[in-house]
């Protein structure tokens, strides 16, 4: 169990026991430090408000991250997934619920990297990141059931 992270889960059926591992696996593939770390799958309703409250967003997203670090090695920060939205992705793309679960913990993690998805360029460089992370911590048993 990695110190210092919090798993909150509306969806029963998540692994919170998959969500640390994989968040050791990350911690000892990039060298980092976590002070603190709180992941919360919820509905898409609340990530919606969060998106519009302190992002000033009004649409639907599946994943928000708030990077409160001041050291890129050292995370701090909260991670929010809709799971809703993860399971409409999962059937869109393909892919079983825990894969896209596992795909937006990563997406989640590599922002709190400082990588970001603004513009093409950058988008393409996480995105070849985010695949190469999956493909070698492929948790494809992510939800419990």
Known sequence: MVKKLQVYSQDLSINKRE???LIASLRKEFGLNIS???ISFINSTELREINRAYLKHNYETD???????KELKDIDGEILISFEEAKY?????NVSYGEELCR???HGMLHLLNFDDKDRKRKKIMK???KKLI??????LFAGK
Do not use: D, G, M, P
């Open 128 to 130: 070849q990141e985010e």
């Open 19 to 21: 969500v640390h591992t």
């Open 36 to 38: 603190f770390l709180s």
């Open 89 to 93: 992705n999962a059937k869109k793309f």
């Open 104 to 106: 937006l913990v990563i």
């Open 63 to 69: 994943v928000i991250t708030f990077n409160y670090s």
């Open 135 to 140: 493909n070698r911590y492929n948790f494809t």
